[in-house]
């Protein structure tokens, strides 16, 4: 029987910690939450320009693969076409932030994550490749933490758009 996966251990290959767990979990309700703020603002849907419905649906993309990646075997196939989606998606989504701008047309502090991400990806992809599961898996949460649920968050207070949607 084989122990590993193209170079990468069998323990690596384990399921998901608590913290994966967690992760995956609140990725679906941040999905939930926007699914339904969305859906509340249909009213106004006409005068979003389409570099934010692009924003919101590669948000959403992301947000659907991270249970699937976090949950399932790591490794495989599958793991790797869906996390190369994944980090597309958050690239995607980092490069298409700058160009949304607030009302004042400046940059707000939330776009150094959008920095954050455009460097912090190729490190991801880079350490998935050259089997560095460690670091891989450091940079995953890292990127989940603070680019996805903490950015994701403040999408929704200060007036923004999604908070606006489901608060009304």
Known sequence: MH?????????????????????GFLALVMM???????????????????????HLAT????????????WRRRG???HRVMGYVWAGSMMATAIDS????????QFSVIHLLSAFVIVMVPVLVLAARSHNVARHRRTARGLIIGALLVAGFFTFPFG?????WLFG
Do not use: C, S
């Open 3 to 23: 122990d590993k996966v193209k170079g990468v251990a069998a323990q690596d290959l384990k399921g998901p910690d608590r913290l994966e767990r967690a992760l």
């Open 32 to 54: 939930a939450v926007i699914l339904v703020a969305i859906t509340r603002g249909m009213a106004e849907w006409a005068r979003i320009p389409a570099v934010v419905w692009f």
């Open 59 to 70: 948000m959403l993309v992301t947000l659907a693969l991270t249970p699937m990646l976090l």
């Open 76 to 78: 495989d196939y599958r």
């Open 98 to 105: 700058l160009f949304i701008r607030g009302h004042n047309g």
């Open 160 to 164: 923004r758009l999604l908070g606006h």
